[in-house]
């Protein structure tokens, strides 16, 4: 059975980078056709997709947040890693990860952690 789980600090100070982690089990996250994803949603709003990592280790990433995202993989540990710089509190959100079954339909997701970005 496939499952996410994401960890990382739920209290990021503004300035600072966001570092969270997500370990998949069941799969191999270099198994192909599959996309690795990083989605928050922001108190009140909607699902917003940050960006994602695919099975051949390609990146990609929403243009907002091009500039201060980066996603990576650890295939060893079967994870893949967002970071988000410079963040302010505009950035406080449920993060969740998780999986492209090779059409934009994400089929498995992470519970979901809460990070507040506040000083």
């Known amino acids: 059975q496939v499952q996410l789980q994401e960890s990382g600090p739920g209290l990021v100070k503004p300035s600072q980078t966001l570092s969270l982690t997500c370990t998949v089990s069941?799969?191999?996250?270099?198994?192909?056709?599959?996309?690795w994803f990083w989605i928050r949603q922001p108190p009140g709003k909607g699902l917003e997709w940050m960006g994602s990592?695919?099975?051949?280790?390609?990146?990609g990433y929403t243009p907002s947040l091009k500039s201060r995202t980066s996603i990576a993989r650890d295939t060893s540990k079967n994870q893949f890693t967002l970071q988000l710089g410079s963040v302010t509190p505009e950035d406080t959100a449920v993060y969740y990860c998780?999986?492209?079954?090779?059409?934009?339909?994400?089929?498995?997701w992470g519970k979901g952690t809460q990070v507040t970005v506040s000083s």
């Open positions: 069941g799969v191999s996250i270099t198994t192909r056709p599959y996309g």
């Open positions: 998780a999986r492209d079954s090779g059409s934009w339909f994400m089929d498995y």
């Open positions: 990592i695919y099975y051949s280790g390609t990146t």
